[in-house]
């Protein structure tokens, strides 16, 4: 799942002809569906943060690639988020995971434990229980 800034990098398209069930998701269109899509994968692979968030919150394993420079941020984001729910992740190098092709599952960084991950949803709803509920 491309970072919309890095959707026309030639690398997702030459990780698709090495491997070709791959689905590259835009990122931009309805996020329910980008989401569903994320839940039912058995790997994300993503320059972005936020596909890597779902899917730690889903139990996938993710691979954190980086294929530009120029995404806000760096990697402060990414290694906040990782820390947060006690991750090391760190970017796998593209060309490793091109050449790792259906072996890339041996480069990703395993989901988050559930019950951190339980933990962190349950101080979110103390946190902003009140203004979801305002939501509905």
């Known amino acids: 799942i491309p970072h919309f800034m890095d959707l026309s990098s030639p690398y997702w398209w030459h990780m698709k002809t090495q491997w070709p069930e791959i689905e590259i998701t835009d990122t931009l269109g309805d996020p329910f569906s980008l989401m569903h899509r994320i839940a039912t994968s058995s790997l994300v692979i993503s320059t972005g943060l936020h596909p890597l968030i779902v899917a730690d919150a889903y139990g996938i ?3 954190w690639i980086q294929v ?3 995404v806000k941020g760096g990697s402060f984001k990414f290694t906040d988020h990782s820390l947060s729910v006690g991750s090391t992740r760190r ?3 593209v060309d490793s ?3 790792a092709g259906r072996n890339a599952f041996d480069l990703a960084t395993p989901p988050p434990d559930a019950n951190v991950i339980s ?3 349950a101080d ?3 946190a902003y229980g009140s203004a979801l509920e305002n939501l509905t």
């Open 91 to 93: 970017p796998a190098p």
């Open 119 to 121: 933990a962190i949803q």
């Open 124 to 126: 979110l709803l103390v």
């Open 61 to 63: 394993p993710s691979i």
């Open 68 to 70: 530009a420079s120029n």
């Open 97 to 99: 995971v091109i050449r």
